[in-house]
């Protein structure tokens, strides 16, 4: 049986009047609540409430809201300049300065001054709710409300529960979320809740590919927009969040997992931290954003001549999709049945979708010296680029031919240097992961773990869907293969993974 949300006419309070603060203000006003702002700085909740008011008359006037709706709105606001003045309020949310003393000190005056049944909501994104809940004399009162900037156009509201958090408040908050418009998703107070943990691979293996080599920072970021259908590539996303801001996480969640080597920093980013290099608001980080300044383009194989006899095995995702986009090039080929997982050959070149093994790790184990690997692509009928890396072994004019095959299809070509599980690929295996092991461990269901991921971080599947998709079995090889490559305890299998392939299922099943 579901919650009921706080009632329309329950006061909000919002401690806290930045982007984040103000933004939740602005959204619990145009559900109807009453809203009281409060912030430290002098006349910063004045402005607050004139900035969200301006807001309200904006979307009036693109007729997103009735110019009535909007007055009356804006005229739910109103800013305070005493902590006593948030006496009557059913819910406190918070939005302060990310520390730990500060919000347990905010709370504990709080309950000298509100009702018994007044509600705490914690914006915090890294800082554990058991924690700040700690310090008060009622903690079954407080939850994360982790809402994503910016907060209105965010569809996803974390609700977080402390190891002290009532069940009733928890569900409370969910269904006042949902009634406020979002999408509310129940976490457990764990490091980084669903969100920031679970996006830490997204950065961290194209850390490491940039850091081996394997590719350039627009090319790797061009494969994972353009294959992988992620908005922005990691190291324009990274530019944009802020080096500090995205390293201080990465710090915070490897420290508060006890230096787990999945979380484990970048020295390439510690680098740019440490130069001020933190990105766009810097004018520098992976690129260059200083007036006269030229982004790099990504790097794509010259047009080769796709030379030899095509046949393309099996009907894989990537097979049917390069048969379909061969067919409309005019090229043509033959089509045989499955042999060994290979996707087509041309002339005395072999082309494999990558499992995690390097192109001269998998021509050496199966004797088949022309191996040249394509990465993982979210849909291989639709992607406008793959990265390729071929073995050691390969000679030179197959490599040539494989380009030529892809670039035939309709794809640029991306050369990465032989590492295994390129970009997409380990990127996705890793994500889906750390998601399952998030769910192995009672932090949120699948659905909440998919549902965040791509509502708080656009991705374009969920990672748990994803692995479905792609297949259990698949990416449990992938990271086996990683782990064996890398000697590393960074790609062990979540047990959530081993048990769906070892009981022949999806996750989702």
Not at 372 to 380: E, G, P, Q, S
């Amino acid at each position: 049986m579901s919650h009921p949300p706080l009632p329309q006419q329950a006061v909000v309070a919002v401690v806290g009047t930045g982007a984040m603060g103000a933004g939740i203000a602005q959204i619990a006003a145009a559900a109807g609540h009453p809203v009281k702002l409060l912030d430290a700085r002098p006349d910063a909740a004045v402005r607050a409430v004139a900035g969200i008011r301006a807001q309200f008359s904006k979307l009036a006037e693109k007729n997103r809201l009735t110019v009535e709706a909007a007055q009356a709105a804006g005229d739910r606001l109103q800013a305070v300049e005493k902590i006593d003045e948030l006496a009557d309020c059913a819910l406190v949310v918070e939005a302060i300065v990310e520390n730990l003393e500060a919000k347990q000190k905010l709370y504990a005056d709080l309950e000298a001054i509100v009702g018994p049944d007044c509600i705490f909501g914690t914006n915090t994104s890294s800082i554990s709710v058991t924690a700040i809940g700690s310090a008060l004399k009622r903690p079954e009162r407080l939850a994360g409300l982790h809402f994503f900037n910016p907060a209105p156009l965010m569809a996803l509201v974390e609700i977080v529960s402390g190891l002290a958090t009532d069940k009733t408040v928890a569900d409370t908050l969910f269904a006042t979320a949902a009634a406020w418009g979002k999408t509310p998703v129940h976490a457990k107070s764990t490091p980084g809740f669903i969100v920031n943990r679970v996006a830490r691979p997204y950065y961290a293996e194209a850390l490491r590919l940039a850091q081996e080599g394997a590719a350039d920072y627009a090319t790797i970021d061009a494969v994972m927009r353009e294959a992988g259908g992620f908005r922005m590539g990691p190291f324009e996303l990274m530019d944009m969040i802020g080096h500090d801001v995205n390293f201080a996480v990465t710090n915070s969640v490897w420290r508060a997992f006890y230096n787990d080597q999945r979380f484990l920093p970048s020295l390439i980013q510690q680098e740019l931290v440490d130069a001020g290099f933190f990105g766009k608001k810097t004018g520098r980080g992976f690129y260059d954003y200083r007036d006269g300044a030229v982004k790099p383009e990504a790097q794509t194989e010259a047009a080769q001549t796709p030379a030899g006899k095509i046949t393309v095995y099996g009907h894989s995702a990537a097979a049917d999709a390069l048969a379909d986009r061969l067919d409309h090039s005019g090229l043509s080929f033959s089509r045989a049945p499955d042999n060994d997982g290979r996707v087509a050959d041309i002339g005395r070149a072999t082309l494999y979708v990558t499992d995690g093994r390097s192109a001269t790790q998998r021509a050496a184990e199966t004797e088949v010296a022309n191996t040249v690997l394509i990465d993982l692509a979210l849909d291989y009928s639709k992607a406008t680029r793959l990265a390729i890396a071929a073995a050691e072994q390969c000679d030179p004019a197959a490599i040539s031919a494989a380009t030529g095959l892809l670039q035939a299809a309709g794809f640029a070509v991306s050369r990465f240097l032989d590492i295994p599980g390129l970009a997409v690929m380990r990127t996705v295996a890793m994500l889906a992961n750390e998601a399952a092991d998030a769910v192995n461990q009672g932090v949120c269901s699948e659905a909440a773990a998919d549902s965040a991921m791509r509502l708080g971080v656009n991705y374009p599947q969920g990672p748990l869907a994803w692995a479905d998709a792609v297949g259990v079995a698949t990416i449990r090889n992938v990271l086996a293969n990683l782990g064996a490559s890398y000697g590393e305890d960074r790609y062990r299998i979540s047990p959530l993974i081993q048990r769906a392939v070892f009981a022949g299922r999806k996750i989702h099943d």
